[in-house]
């Protein structure tokens, strides 16, 4: 039986419920063999290089993608409404869910990818961070996001103008038609954004492959067009986890971010299903350090 490495000992406890679950199958997933495969704690962290405590740099086959942590975070468990307070006492969570606010930068055939752009604010690391990776706004080529939450966008304005101004940025069809449809408070940001980047905005059905072979899946739910990318051995999934100690010992669990919980169930166990039957690196923005599963 291969070993799944989980790369992150805050989950160490209670997490033979992630594959007890019974998990949505995809297009993209094949059937599982030989069984179900019990996460582990790592204890060889060797495959990573660091800059400083809030970046982790991997290489997955060809590929090359560094952890930023625009911001440390923790999550209330009072954000997972329905949450069983025994589970949440026996997981010792009561003070607060390991968590983060993260973005990633890829490397994939000559190109420089960063997947998503942090908070933007006054506090925010990300820009900070590439600048000790020698890298300026300047030097981002393209700019894929998995959705249109604040936490994700909030890095792409510098007031009013572009901040990484040559950079193509991608969204979903679908993700930016869901926020369209919103009243105009919620929407103001997504606007600001879209007006900035008016000449280099794209936008991309689900299944379509963007520059440096970057497959987009649809992981919607948790806002109308989240978009999970696969590029190689390399799954980035957005926000499908936001307290991964918590809702991997109960992936029905949805905080109140989850525009539609049903779906967002549904997309989790997706792809969860999918980084464990293709044995893939799964990297996602919410979580904790060094923000990378494996198995």
Partial sequence: MRKTVLLMAALAVGLGALWAQ???????????????????AARDT????????????LEVGDVKVTWIQDRAATQSASLFPGADPKLVDSLGLRGGIPSSMSVFLVESKGMRILFDTGLGA?????????????LTP???????????????????????????????????KQEFKGWMRMSGEKKAQVE???????????????????????????????????????????????????????????????PTYDMNPAEARAARKRMLQLAR???????????????FMKF
């Avoid at 019974?22 to 582990?40: F, K, L, T």
């Avoid at 006054?122 to 961070?129: G, V």
């Avoid at 894929?144 to 304005?157: M, N, P």
């Avoid at 000449?199 to 899946?217: A, K, M, Q, R």
């Fill in 138 to 172: 300047a030097d981002i080529g393209f700019i894929y996001l998995t959705h249109l939450h604040s936490d994700h966008i909030g890095g792409l304005l510098d007031g009013g103008r572009p901040m990484f101004p040559t950079a193509q940025v991608f969204v979903s």
């Fill in 192 to 254: 600001r954004m879209a007006r900035a980047y008016r000449l280099n905005l794209h936008f991309f059905d689900f299944g379509d492959y963007l520059p440096g072979g970057v497959e987009t899946i649809d992981a919607s739910g948790h806002t109308p067009g989240h978009t999970a990318f696969r590029v190689g051995g390399l799954l980035i999934v957005g926000d499908i986890l936001h307290g991964a100690a918590l809702q991997l010992a109960d992936l029905d669990l949805c």
């Fill in 122 to 134: 006054k506090d925010s690391r990300l820009l900070h961070l590439l600048s000790l990776m020698g």
């Fill in 277 to 291: 039957t293709d044995s893939l690196v799964m990297a996602g923005m919410h979580l904790p350090a060094p923000g």
């Fill in 46 to 57: 060797s495959g990573f290089t660091a800059l400083s405590t809030e970046t982790r740099t």
């Fill in 22 to 40: 019974g998990m949505v199958s995809g297009r993209h997933v094949r059937a599982a063999e030989g069984g179900s495969r019990m996460p582990q």
